[in-house]
T-cell receptor
Framework: QKEVEQDPGPLSVPEGAIVSLNCTYSNSAFQYFMWYRQYSRKGPELLMYTYSSGNKEDGRFTAQVDKSSKYISLFIRDSQPSDSATYLC????????????WGAGTKLIIKP | NAGVTQTPKFQVLKTGQSMTLQCAQD?????MYWYRQDPGMGLRLIYYSASEGTTDKGEVPNGYNVSRLNKREFSLRLESAAPSQTSVYFCASSEQQGIEKLFFGSGTQLSVL
């Protein structure tokens, strides 16, 4: 079993919809949680960064962490075709020597 | 702003050939990393350099070597390429090693026949 599980998709939704992307993990030592966005043939870029449990909002994006369930989510409101990309979750903690452990990524397609 | 620059963008090798992937960053970052990305798998760390003059193994170091040439440059060498090394390789950098924002290059698509 992988330490971090992420549905590969693709997830296809109409423009303007609310998108929910999720990851589950098994290591209770993880404390730092990130979402990276990766466009085709490009490197990932950091989208959201959260420490421990709770919510963080940045514009149309909201990251949620539920440590009790070992579950993290990224919500995208008013989705746009430009949001079409692969979304990678990544997380780490003291027992990973603070090296990131990555999910496989979810491919998101926003249909105009 | 160049950020992290990787060369080449594409490469095809025959089994047993060697090659070096080059990476340079212009952000004065201390830490640099090499990852590989395979379909259905997350990014996997090959090697990293926490600071100039140091290198450490990551999750999948076998078959690779690295050199931190100076603060800007971090190269990855495949001494004897194998088909299992067919992958997309990403170089990344961060201000410090640890829980820091990673800046990635655009990747090198490598095929080993």
């Amino acid at each position: 079993q992988k330490e971090v599980e992420q549905d590969p998709g693709p997830l296809s939704v109409p423009e303007g919809a609310i998108v929910s992307l999720n990851c589950t993990y098994s290591n209770s030592a993880f404390q730092y949680f990130m979402w990276y966005r990766q466009y085709s043939r490009k490197g990932p870029e950091l989208l959201m960064y959260t420490y421990s449990s709770g919510n963080k909002e940045d514009g149309r994006f909201t990251a949620q962490v539920d440590k009790s369930s070992k579950y993290i989510s990224l919500f995208i409101r008013d989705s746009q075709p430009s949001d079409s990309a692969t979304y990678l979750c990544a997380m780490t903690g003291w027992d990973s020597n603070y090296q990131l452990i990555w999910g496989a990524g979810t491919k998101l397609i926003i249909k105009p | 702003n160049a950020g992290v620059t990787q060369t080449p963008k594409f490469q095809v090798l025959k089994t047993g050939q060697s090659m070096t992937l080059q990476c340079a960053q212009d952000m004065n970052h201390n830490s640099m990393y090499w990852y590989r990305q395979d379909p259905g798998m997350g990014l996997r760390l090959i090697y990293y350099s926490a600071s100039e003059g140091t290198t450490d193994k990551g999750e999948v170091p076998n078959g690779y070597n690295v050199s931190r040439l100076n603060k800007r440059e971090f190269s990855l060498r495949l001494e004897s390429a194998a088909p299992s090394q067919t992958s997309v390789y990403f170089c990344a950098s961060s201000e410090q090693q640890g829980i820091e924002k990673l800046f990635f290059g655009s990747g090198t698509q490598l095929s080993v026949l």
